[in-house]
């Protein structure tokens, strides 16, 4: 009697064992939809001035301010304001301010 009761229990628990959620899901053969990759968004000068830049995506154009500390690379290489060239690729660091730019880096 003790050892149906055993046998019984260890069944019992054997069953529980093999048919847990996680081991019902590890022979899945489903897969999960791979992250798609996010898109870059190219800005472009729109307009350049000595004091502003202003860049835009085609959906939408930001304005910043140019100061003398403002840090400008093109191609790699420390350049000034008056380098910044309208259709040029270019990315820009605000600064202490949304408007302020820190760092313009653009490419020809």
Not at 1 to 26: D, E, N, Q
Not at 47 to 74: C, F, L, Q, R
Request: proline fraction near 6%; charged fraction near 20%; glycine fraction near 6%.
């Amino acid at each position: 009697m003790k050892r149906t009761f055993l046998l019984a229990t260890s069944l019992v628990f054997a069953g529980l064992v093999f048919l847990s959620p996680a081991s019902l899901h590890a022979g899945s053969t489903s897969k999960k939809s791979p992250t798609p990759k996010p898109t870059p968004v190219v800005e472009k000068i729109t307009s350049v001035s000595a004091d502003s830049i202003t860049v835009s995506n085609g959906k939408k154009s930001d304005t910043y301010k140019i100061h003398p500390e403002t840090e400008v690379e093109i191609n790699g290489t420390k350049s000034k304001a008056s380098d910044l060239k309208t259709g040029m690729k270019v990315h820009v660091d605000s600064g202490t301010s949304a408007d302020s730019a820190s760092r313009i880096t653009a490419t020809q």
